[in-house]
């Protein structure tokens, strides 16, 4: 039974890998891919798999007496060959192939968030009169040499002011997009009103 849950384990985080790449490779599709109902069939599935596979150790093992007449339970003697090659299989399944999965998928995640991050400065600091602000005060410090206590403050405000400008303008957005819906929304229920 260790080697089923050895199974399970590895292949469970093998999983949860697997939703998290597709939550940050492809947010769009999330909501429809990774589901309640998917997740239960995975694990079931997986169950499924780690059982029959497993269940071998039942005619490999039994009672084997020693050289000094203790009798133990060990691998029987005529499967040490084939559990030899056994082994090798498990320790491809249960440990080179997720580990190389999980390798593959942690470095796409962190090369979709760091080009996030770099696209998301881009656009917060581009084209905005707090941010110009953000950059004049760091060429001041930069023209002064090594910056002082109060410009180092200066900037930390200019860089708090682009995010709250950032936000206040994503937030204008969000209201008139929320507010020309409801216009649309209402003018389609008066036509229909108005059409009985």
């Known amino acids: 039974m260790s080697s089923v849950f050895s199974f399970l384990s590895v292949w469970l985080i093998v999983a949860f890998t697997v939703e998290r790449f597709i939550a940050v490779q492809y947010p769009l599709h999330r909501p429809r891919v990774c589901t309640v109902s998917r997740a239960k069939t995975i694990v079931l599935g997986l169950v499924g798999v780690a059982l029959p596979s497993h269940i071998y150790s039942f005619w490999t093992a039994g009672l084997v007496q020693q050289d000094d007449g203790t009798v133990v339970c060990e691998m029987l003697p005529e499967y040490h060959e084939i559990m030899r090659a056994i082994n090798i299989v498990d320790s491809l399944v249960t440990l080179i192939l997720p580990v190389l999965l999980i390798i593959f998928m942690n470095a796409m995640i962190t090369r979709k968030l760091v080009h996030f991050g770099r696209r998301f400065r881009q656009q917060s600091s581009s084209g905005t009169d707090a941010s110009r602000s953000v950059e004049g005060v760091a060429m001041v410090g930069s023209n002064r040499g090594a910056a ?22 994503r937030v204008r957005k969000r209201l008139l997009k929320k507010s020309t819906e409801d216009k649309e929304t209402a003018g389609q229920q008066d036509y229909t009103v108005g059409m009985f």
């Open 148 to 169: 002082s206590g109060g410009s180092r403050q200066r900037l930390f405000d200019a860089e708090r002011a682009v995010e709250a400008t950032t936000k206040e303008s």
